[in-house]
């Protein structure tokens, strides 16, 4: 059996570090962090099994890295054949990048108190990124986009988005509040690493 190359994911969190060590700027964090995921997912050979089992019942948020000052989480998201989220918010910046399968994003718009389609169903390939956040556009609904096989997408945000107080909506825009945790397994051990030269320059 192969052994997952963590190294690759070791060196995306140097480089992530130095990047929000060198500015607050989230359209800053946005661009060059996501210049960083989509080479990390350009790579389906770093992820280890136990971040990357799906759940029958449910998709799963595994934690793959939580920063020690919260700054921000990298997490997978694994989702079984057909599985969807609500409708929901995450209250801070995200980047959200595909390592296996499909997965479909919808966007939505709060129009008054309801909620509102925004644009057409985006469909993210393996390899491509896309952003979030309250100044862009941070509340949707994503699904796998197979009924017959897993999707794995890597999920940042600017803090520990386990620990976040957030939202799901209803079909009339009613918030639902909630905080997502993570599924029960441990972070894989990651060599220290640092920064590549130029990580975000």
């Known amino acids: 059996m192969t052994q997952p190359r963590l190294h690759r994911l070791a060196q995306f969190l140097a480089d992530l570090s ?10 800053v964090i946005l661009e060059h962090g996501a210049a960083l995921l989509a080479g990390l997912v350009a790579h389906d050979d770093w992820l280890p099994d136990a971040q990357a089992r799906p759940d029958p019942e449910r998709y799963q948020q595994y934690l793959l890295h939580r920063d020690p000052d919260a700054r921000f989480s990298v997490v997978s998201f694994v989702w079984g054949p057909g599985q969807a989220t609500p409708v929901h918010d995450h209250t801070v910046w995200g980047l959200v990048g595909v390592l296996r399968g499909a997965e479909l994003s919808q966007g939505y718009d709060r129009r008054g108190e309801a909620l509102a389609a925004k644009g057409p169903v985006h469909r993210l ?4 990124v896309e952003a979030v956040s309250p100044r862009i556009g941070d509340i949707h609904r994503v699904a796998n986009a197979f009924d017959d096989r897993t999707t794995i997408s890597i999920h940042v945000y600017g803090a520990d988005i386990g620990a976040v107080r957030r939202s799901t909506y209803d079909a009339e825009g009613r918030p639902k509040p909630f905080i997502s945790g993570y599924a029960d397994t441990p972070p894989p051990l990651l060599p220290v690493l640092a920064p590549s030269p130029r990580a975000f320059l």
């Open 18 to 27: 130095a990047l929000v060590e060198h500015t607050r700027d989230e359209a």
């Open 125 to 128: 390939e393996p390899g491509q």
